[in-house]
Structure formats: C-alpha cells, structure tokens
C-alpha cells in the first residue's frame, strides 16, 4: 500500500488480502460461484404470479404474527450482539487493527469501524 496510509487500514487490507489460509476461496472461484448461481435462477414472467392471490392483507394480523413470534427474543439477542462484539474486538486485537485500550463499540464510532467490521465478518 502506498506511504501515508494509516497502519489500521494496512492490517485490516492485508488481513483481508491474506494468502495465508489455503482453504480461502480465490476470487474467480467466487465469481464462478455467482455466476453459476445465476443461471439456476429462472427469468421472471408475470403470468408466473397466483393471481388468485389477494392483492393486499390485514398488516394487523402481521403485526400480532411478529409480536407473538419475537416474545422473549429481545434478551437473548442483546446476549448474542455481545458475545459477537467480544468475538469481533478479539478479532481486531489480535489482527493489531486496534490497540488493547481501544474502545470501538461506543455511541460516537471511529471511521473505521465498519471496514474493521467487514474484515472480521470476511475472515470468518
């Protein structure tokens, strides 16, 4: 990477970048993928939709689906937002992306967290 560039965003690009791990997909194998997924997916035709489908619904009966469904989520969620973040911090710690007294997980977020967020979701 060229000079000036801050070492964060070094770490977090070679980390990204990393030849290390011979399991990592090779872009084109990537894009392979895609494509090939692509042309499993069938063309779109509008003859294709239930047209005796009713054209709306009662949002109040998906309303009360919802409400009932995430009865009891809210806390076990909270639960998994931090055990992710604690996974995602030793991520970046141990990538040196930040220092160990650096807080990233704050109501006023460095720039530079959601690129240190898709390394770590990346290297994943």
Same mark, same amino acid.
């Given at each position: 990477m060229s000079e000036g560039v801050p070492p964060?965003?070094?770490a977090l690009h070679n980390t990204i970048h990393s030849t290390d791990d011979p399991?990592?997909?090779h872009m084109n194998e990537v894009t392979d993928d895609i494509e090939a997924e692509g042309e499993t997916i069938p063309d779109y035709v509008e003859?294709?939709?239930d047209t005796d489908a009713p054209s709306t619904f009662d949002i109040s009966k998906l309303q009360?689906?919802?409400l009932e469904a995430s009865k009891g989520v809210t806390e076990d969620t909270?639960?998994?937002? +931090?055990?992710l973040m604690q996974r995602? %911090? +030793?991520f970046w710690k141990e990538n040196? %992306?930040?220092k160990e007294t650096d807080k990233f997980f704050t109501?006023?977020?460095n720039a530079l967290v959601p690129l240190c967020i898709c390394a770590w979701i990346m290297s994943e």
């Amino acid at each position: 990477m060229s000079e000036g560039v801050p070492p964060a965003l070094v770490a977090l690009h070679n980390t990204i970048h990393s030849t290390d791990d011979p399991d990592r997909p090779h872009m084109n194998e990537v894009t392979d993928d895609i494509e090939a997924e692509g042309e499993t997916i069938p063309d779109y035709v509008e003859e294709d939709e239930d047209t005796d489908a009713p054209s709306t619904f009662d949002i109040s009966k998906l309303q009360d689906f919802l409400l009932e469904a995430s009865k009891g989520v809210t806390e076990d969620t909270d639960l998994q937002y +931090k055990r992710l973040m604690q996974r995602c %911090l +030793k991520f970046w710690k141990e990538n040196k %992306l930040i220092k160990e007294t650096d807080k990233f997980f704050t109501t006023a977020p460095n720039a530079l967290v959601p690129l240190c967020i898709c390394a770590w979701i990346m290297s994943e």
